[in-house]
């Protein structure tokens, strides 16, 4: 989460609200789980992934989550 954090206090107010738009959230539901350390789900981890250019990583967010495996079948196909 920290990363998430760090990267969101990156960015301008109106750079944050886009952010989580693009996200399919909101900003405040964002800081939310980033202050109770609640866990996102998996769909959302990866919009962030995608949506922050790979700066926040699934991995990062949801460490107990087997990526690696899903990333392997993705490139086995």
Not at 24 to 47: D, F, H, N, P, Q
Not at 63 to 70: E, G, I, N, S, T
């Amino acid at each position: 989460m920290e990363t998430l954090r760090a990267y969101m206090n990156g960015l301008t107010v109106d750079q944050q609200a886009d952010f989580a738009r693009r996200c399919r959230t909101s900003v405040g539901y964002l800081r939310k789980v980033i202050s109770a350390k609640t866990k996102l789900g998996e769909s959302l981890c990866i919009a962030i992934d995608r949506e922050s250019g790979g700066v926040v990583r699934v991995e990062d967010l949801r460490p107990d989550v087997d990526w690696a495996y899903l990333k392997k079948r993705r490139n086995a196909a």
